[in-house]
Structure formats: C-alpha cells, structure tokens
C-alpha cells in the first residue's frame, strides 16, 4: 500500500491496523539534541484515546506509547524515532458481518474496488485509530515548534448546529495574551469539556444535542478550528509547496474531512477587494496586517499573521439506526451496525488536527533553511571558519 508517508523533511511513516497488534509511525529528520520523552508523547495521545466520555467509543484502550529508537538518554540522536502503541482490547468478532457486505459512509466498498481485499475488522487502516501515529510524530513535532516561539490553539468550533459565538479574531485576543488568567482558563476549558469547546455554555448544548442524536442512534458531525500563532513571514514555497496547500492535504488525508478553508474561506466569495484585502500597517517596527481575512497565508507563504484553519468533519458513518446498501454479491440489503463506536468524532479529532499542522509547518521550517543565503552564512560559516583553523594549525 502506497501512500502511507508523509512529509519530505520531517517525514513520517505510519503502519499497523486497528485490530493488529499495534499502531506506530517511524518519523525521519528530527533534529539531535531535542528533550524527548514517553510523556511528551503520551498527553497527545491521551487527547485521542477511546473511552473517556459519554461521546467516544467504549473501546478500553490505554494507547500507551513505547519509544522503539531515536532517544538516548532523554534525546533524540537524529535517527528515525520509532514509536509504537500496541492495542489491547480488540474485539474482532463484532465485525465478523460486515465482512460481506458495504458499510455506507465508509471506505469497504473502495477499498475493494482497489484492493479486492480488505481488512473488515474496524476498517484496518482506515479505522480512526491509524491516527494514533499521526498524533504520536505530531507530539514530537509540536514540541519543536514550541521551542521556536510557535503556539497552537485547536478546538471545536461546532458541533451539529451548535456553534461558538466567538470568532477566531476574539479567541487571539485570550490566546495572545499567555501571562493571563484568560488564556490558561481558555485552554482548561477545552481541554476539559467532553466535547473540546471554548465556551462552556455551547458546550453544554453540544452535549444536549449529541444526547438527541445517541436517542436517535444516530450521529452528528462539526468543524474544528485551528489557530497557530508565531508563524514567521516567510515559510511555504510559492508553486506546489504552498503552505496552505499542504495543509490542505494534511487535513484532508485525516479521515472523515470533507471540508476545509483558510481565513475567510468561503465567505472571500462573497466579499469585495476591499472588504477581503489585508492591509499592512508598521507597529514597534514591523510589518503587521490590520485584519486576517487570509488566514496568515499570502501566495502560499506564511504573511506572519496567525494561521487560522477550519476543517469540517461529517457525521460519524457508523450508526445503529437502518440503512440500505449491497452486499459483495450485489444484493440490496438492510442492516443496523452494532458495536463500540463514536457518535461524533469532532472531539477526538481535535488533538489530530492540531499535530497534522504541526507536521506540515515544522516541515515547511525546515525545507525554508536553504531559501537564503544569509540564512546558510548563519548556520554554516561559523563552523567554515572553524575548519580553516584547524587546517592551519596542521
């Protein structure tokens, strides 16, 4: 299977299924020298994991993560870091049924069509927990980018019809401020709500809605949005590498997008130039915009702006509520599926969001190194000048 790799600097290869023996990711190009634990590792993951509210699978699992290779005594040492999950509360047998016929909203029917064959049991790799190597490099990723000034805010924007009164603009004003109560209260309350919400009175009516949903047996979806702050001008190439064009692809290789946009997004169709255009004022003496109808990206380099994402995630696929589709003989059929599933999956998707930015901008940073020559002089003529020291002391 192609397509499993990621990333051109910091790549990352992710492997396993959901009921194999485990999930991981292999991440080529980090740096030597980062401080590098499990736990590092491990609150990414713990974002993610099944079983910790009403509104996520039951599924039993720790998803502890081991630390195979690249970390010696509590650093990386510049080989691949290998990183794995083991899975330990699989139970194959509930999906024993689907093995003959096409779940509607899910990947089987394609999957055959290319494959002629598929691992029925939980979607293999097109179950949500292959994000599981997704978040883990994405940890790794993130850290790096804090040591560079580079923040994250990741959060539900809505879910269903419940959607945060604040605009993104509002949440910066809390984020921007990190010395205040505002912020740490702002991040408490995402990270503590079941449903990953900035607002504690939308989330409580997120949660009334997903209850109305569950009633149903049926499911709901919403959009996550992502706002990153610290982002120098200058990162993204401007033709194929645009950085908004791979973060589209980022977002969109997540399962269950079917939506994405930058700043604005949708609503730069309806706006006029000068509604739509940033302008550019000087404060302290620097160059900054007055708005940030472009999200922070300007010809697909990064303007210095905050980068502000949304990705739209659809309904949960697998719901007990009737359903129509074929079996792999072509009989219409009707069926219900029964078993241990998320009735959204927004909340938990939040964390993965947040580390498949992270893998594209930390990327894009490091390709930038050699955009420059003062950039190369800075890093390399130091040590040229070295060696010429040691040459004449020979």
Same mark, same amino acid.
């Given at each position: 299977?192609?397509?499993?790799?990621?990333?051109?600097?910091?790549?990352?290869?992710?492997?396993?299924?959901?009921?194999?023996?485990?999930?991981?990711?292999?991440?080529?190009?980090?740096?030597?020298?980062?401080?590098?634990?499990?736990?590092?590792?491990?609150?990414?993951?713990?974002?993610?994991?099944?079983?910790?509210?009403?509104?996520?699978?039951?599924? =039993?699992? &720790?998803?502890?993560?081991?630390?195979?290779? +690249?970390?010696?005594? #509590? !650093?990386? $040492?510049?080989?691949? %870091?290998?990183?794995?999950?083991?899975?330990?509360?699989?139970?194959?047998?509930?999906?024993?049924?689907?093995?003959?016929?096409?779940?509607?909203?899910?990947?089987?029917?394609?999957?055959?069509? =290319?494959? &002629?064959?598929?691992?029925?049991?939980?979607? +293999?790799?097109?179950? #949500? !927990?292959? $994000?599981?190597?997704? %978040?883990?490099?994405?940890?790794?990723?993130?850290?790096?980018?804090?040591?560079?000034?580079?923040?994250?805010?990741?959060?539900?924007?809505?879910?269903?019809?419940?959607?945060?009164?604040?605009?993104?603009?509002?949440?910066?004003?809390?984020?921007?401020?990190?010395?205040?109560?505002?912020?740490? $209260?702002?991040?408490?309350?995402?990270?503590?709500?079941?449903?990953?919400?900035?607002?504690?009175?939308?989330?409580?009516?997120?949660?009334?809605?997903?209850?109305?949903?569950?009633?149903?047996?049926?499911?709901?979806?919403?959009?996550?949005?992502?706002?990153?702050?610290?982002?120098?001008?200058?990162?993204?190439?401007?033709?194929?590498?645009?950085?908004?064009?791979?973060?589209?692809?980022?977002?969109?290789?997540?399962?269950?997008?079917?939506?994405?946009?930058?700043?604005?997004?949708?609503?730069?169709?309806?706006?006029?130039?000068?509604?739509?255009?940033?302008?550019?004022?000087?404060?302290?003496?620097?160059?900054?915009?007055?708005?940030?109808?472009?999200?922070?990206?300007?010809?697909?380099?990064?303007?210095?702006?905050?980068?502000?994402?949304?990705?739209?995630?659809?309904?949960?696929?697998?719901?007990?509520?009737?359903?129509?589709?074929?079996?792999?003989?072509?009989?219409?059929?009707?069926?219900?599926?029964?078993?241990?599933?998320?009735?959204?999956?927004?909340?938990?998707?939040?964390?993965?969001?947040?580390?498949?930015?992270?893998?594209?901008?930390?990327?894009?940073?490091?390709?930038?190194?050699?955009?420059?020559?003062?950039?190369?002089?800075?890093?390399?003529?130091?040590?040229?000048?070295?060696?010429?020291?040691?040459?004449?002391?020979?």
């Amino acid at each position: 299977m192609a397509g499993s790799t990621f990333g051109s600097h910091f790549r990352i290869t992710t492997w396993g299924e959901s009921h194999g023996t485990g999930i991981g990711v292999v991440a080529d190009g980090c740096p030597a020298g980062l401080s590098l634990n499990e736990s590092d590792i491990q609150q990414f993951l713990d974002r993610r994991k099944p079983g910790q509210s009403r509104y996520s699978t039951p599924r =039993k699992e &720790g998803d502890k993560v081991k630390i195979l290779s +690249g970390v010696f005594e #509590g !650093r990386t $040492t510049g080989t691949p %870091v290998s990183l794995a999950v083991f899975n330990e509360n699989q139970r194959s047998q509930d999906y024993g049924d689907i093995a003959s016929y096409y779940r509607p909203g899910h990947a089987d029917f394609t999957f055959d069509a =290319k494959y &002629g064959f598929r691992d029925y049991r939980g979607g +293999g790799r097109s179950s #949500g !927990r292959e $994000t599981i190597g997704r %978040v883990a490099a994405g940890a790794i990723a993130v850290k790096i980018l804090n040591q560079l000034g580079i923040s994250f805010l990741t959060y539900a924007r809505s879910i269903g019809p419940v959607t945060i009164p604040q605009s993104a603009q509002d949440l910066l004003t809390a984020f921007g401020s990190k010395d205040s109560n505002s912020f740490a $209260t702002l991040q408490e309350q995402i990270l503590t709500n079941p449903v990953f919400m900035p607002d504690e009175d939308c989330a409580r009516k997120a949660e009334c809605y997903l209850e109305e949903c569950m009633r149903r047996t049926d499911s709901a979806g919403g959009v996550v949005e992502c706002i990153i702050t610290g982002v120098p001008a200058g990162i993204g190439e401007p033709v194929f590498d645009k950085l908004d064009a791979n973060l589209a692809k980022a977002i969109f290789s997540i399962g269950a997008v079917k939506g994405f946009e930058i700043g604005d997004g949708f609503l730069s169709a309806s706006a006029t130039g000068s509604e739509n255009n940033d302008s550019f004022l000087i404060e302290h003496g620097r160059p900054i915009t007055a708005s940030n109808h472009a999200g922070g990206i300007l010809g697909g380099i990064s303007s210095g702006a905050p980068l502000v994402f949304r990705a739209a995630f659809k309904p949960t696929p697998s719901i007990a509520a009737p359903q129509r589709t074929i079996t792999q003989a072509r009989e219409e059929i009707s069926i219900s599926i029964h078993g241990r599933h998320d009735p959204v999956i927004v909340p938990r998707a939040v964390v993965v969001v947040e580390c498949m930015a992270a893998l594209t901008l930390l990327d894009l940073l490091l390709e930038n190194t050699g955009a420059r020559m003062d950039s190369l002089e800075k890093l390399y003529r130091a040590d040229k000048q070295t060696s010429k020291t040691f040459q004449e002391l020979k």
